[in-house]
C-alpha cells in the first residue's frame, strides 16, 4: 500500500511540473464573424501573462484579454452623475456636528506630521496619483459624430494615459498598437508582434534608420544585482531628417506632478517653448514644415514633419507602484522620468532598418520567439551608436534624401486603423 502511495505521489508531482511549464495557451477566438471578420478569422493569439491558461479575444481591438469582453462597448450615460450630487449635498450636514467638537484635537495633530513627513513623502506621489481613480479621456475626432466628445475611462491595464478609439468608441492603451515604444523598452513591431530590447543604460540606440529618417534613442536605467541586465527607459530621441536634427527629452525629476512640465525640444539647436495648455501648437517654417501640438496640458505632444512622420510622446515616471510590482528599487531621489511613444511613418523605404524600423522592412521576417511569455530581441552591437545624433549605428541607412523609388509600401501604424477596423497583435495595414 505504501508503494501505492509513492507512485500516485510522483505522478502527481510529474503532472503538476509539466504543467508549470507549459507555454501559454492560444485565446479563444473571436467569435462575431459577422461584425468582425478579420478579426473572426485571425489565429494565434495567445493569453497574456496575468492569464497565461485562460482567456479570450476581444473582437473589437482583437487582442487577448482576461475576461470575457462585452459585445458591445459600454456607453457611460450622462444623467447618472448628476443624479449623485443630492446625497452628497444631504450628507454635510449632517458631519458639522461630530466635526465641531473635534477640532482641538485635529488642530493640534496635524503639525507634527507636517513636520516629520516631507521627507519621506517625496516618493509618495508617484504612486498617489497611479492607484487613484482612473483617468478619462474623450473622443477629438468631430469625423465621428456619434461618439465625438464621449469620455471612457481608462483601461485598469493605463489608468492614467490612455485615448478613445473614436472608430469603435472605446478607451484603450496608446502603448498597445503597432508602432508603439513603451515602459522597459516593450516594442510593438510594424508586423504587429510584442517584443522587448533593453540595450544598456547611459547608451543610445538607432531605433529607425531610413534614406531621410533617422531616429537615436537614448536609454537610461539602472542595475537589479539580481539580474545581469539593466533596467531601462527611453529617456529622449535625437531625430534626423533632411538637413533638420530634432531633440525630445524627459526633464529628470525627483517628485512628479502631472502639472508640471517635464518636456525638453529642441530644432537644429535652439530651444523650443511651446505654451502652456491643451490644444497649443508650435510651427517651424522650414521645409518639410514641422508642427508641434500640446495633446495634454502638460508632458504630452503630437510632432509631426510633414510626408515624414508623426510621433506622439508623454513624459512619464516610474512610480511606486510600478518599482514594487517589478522590482526596480526606484530611490525616492530620482522618479526615472521617461518617454511612451507611439509612431507613424509617411515614407519608408523597404530598406528601412533599426530596432522598431527594421519591422517595416519590405523583407523583414521576426527573429522574435512566439509564445513565451517576454520575448527579448538582442542585436545590442548592431544598433548602438556614438551619440543621441550619430548615425554611425552598424545599421545605418541615413543619407538626407528621400530615395527616388519608393521600394516598399506606406505604412500608418500606431493609432491608425485597418479597413476592417481592428488593429493590434499580429495585424498589419498596409496601402
Not at 509513492?6 to 510529474?14: E, G, K, Q
Not at 450630487?85 to 467638537?101: F, K, Q, R
Not at 521627507?119 to 487613484?132: C, F, I, R, T, V
Not at 489608468?159 to 515602459?183: F, H, L, M, S, W
Request: charged share 20%; glycine share 6%; with cysteine.
Amino acid at each position: 500500500m505504501a508503494r501505492l502511495s509513492i507512485c500516485l505521489l510522483v505522478i502527481f508531482l510529474a503532472i503538476v511540473a509539466e504543467a508549470a511549464t507549459q507555454k501559454p495557451k492560444k485565446a479563444k477566438k473571436c467569435r462575431d464573424k459577422k461584425n468582425y471578420p478579420v478579426c473572426f478569422k485571425t489565429k494565434n493569439l495567445y493569453c497574456p501573462p496575468q492569464c497565461p491558461r485562460n482567456c479570450y479575444v476581444d473582437c473589437a481591438t482583437c487582442t487577448p484579454v482576461c475576461s470575457k469582453p462585452s459585445k458591445s462597448p459600454p456607453f457611460l450615460p450622462p444623467p447618472p452623475p448628476s443624479l449623485s450630487p443630492p446625497p452628497t449635498t444631504s450628507t454635510p450636514p449632517l458631519s458639522p456636528p461630530p466635526t465641531t467638537s473635534t477640532p482641538p484635537p485635529t488642530i493640534s495633530t496635524p503639525p507634527p506630521p507636517a513636520t516629520t513627513t516631507p521627507p519621506a513623502q517625496n516618493p509618495p506621489p508617484p504612486p498617489d496619483s497611479s492607484e487613484s481613480a482612473p483617468k478619462r479621456a474623450r473622443c477629438k475626432n468631430r469625423n465621428y459624430a456619434t461618439c465625438y466628445g464621449q469620455e471612457y475611462t481608462c483601461p485598469s491595464a493605463c489608468p492614467n494615459q490612455c485615448e478613445v478609439d473614436c472608430t469603435i468608441c472605446k478607451a484603450v492603451c496608446n502603448c498597445d498598437r503597432p508602432g508603439a515604444v513603451c515602459q522597459d523598452p516593450r516594442f510593438i513591431g510594424g508586423d504587429g508582434i510584442t517584443f522587448y530590447f533593453h540595450g544598456k543604460k547611459d547608451r543610445d540606440f538607432c531605433i529607425v534608420s531610413d534614406s531621410n529618417l533617422h531616429i537615436n534613442a537614448h536609454f537610461i536605467g539602472r542595475r537589479n544585482e539580481k539580474l545581469t541586465r539593466d533596467f531601462t527607459w527611453v529617456q529622449s530621441l535625437g531625430i534626423l531628417f533632411g538637413t533638420h536634427k530634432l531633440f525630445i527629452g524627459a526633464q529628470k525629476t525627483a517628485t512628479w506632478d502631472d502639472s508640471v512640465d517635464r518636456l525638453s525640444l529642441a530644432l537644429d539647436g535652439e530651444p523650443i517653448y511651446l505654451p502652456d495648455g491643451e490644444g497649443m501648437k508650435w510651427k517651424a517654417e522650414i521645409s518639410p514644415s514641422v508642427t508641434i501640438t500640446r495633446s495634454s496640458d502638460a508632458n504630452a505632444v503630437v510632432i509631426e514633419a510633414e510626408d515624414n512622420f508623426k510621433i506622439k510622446a508623454a513624459v512619464v515616471p516610474i512610480t511606486q507602484k510600478d518599482s514594487r510590482i517589478h522590482n526596480y528599487g526606484i530611490a525616492s531621489e530620482n522618479c526615472f522620468a521617461h518617454l511612451d511613444l507611439s509612431f507613424k511613418f509617411y515614407k519608408l523605404s523597404g530598406d528601412v532598418n533599426g530596432v522598431l524600423g527594421q519591422t517595416y522592412g519590405s523583407n523583414y521576417v521576426s527573429r522574435v520567439k512566439m509564445g513565451v511569455l517576454m520575448p527579448v530581441l538582442g542585436g545590442e552591437k548592431e544598433f548602438a551608436s556614438s551619440n543621441i545624433f550619430a548615425t554611425d549605428c552598424a545599421v545605418a541607412r541615413f543619407s538626407g534624401q528621400h530615395p527616388s523609388s519608393n521600394s516598399s509600401e506606406n505604412f500608418e501604424f500606431a493609432n491608425l486603423h485597418c479597413a476592417s477596423g481592428i488593429d493590434g497583435r499580429g495585424v498589419v495595414c498596409k496601402r
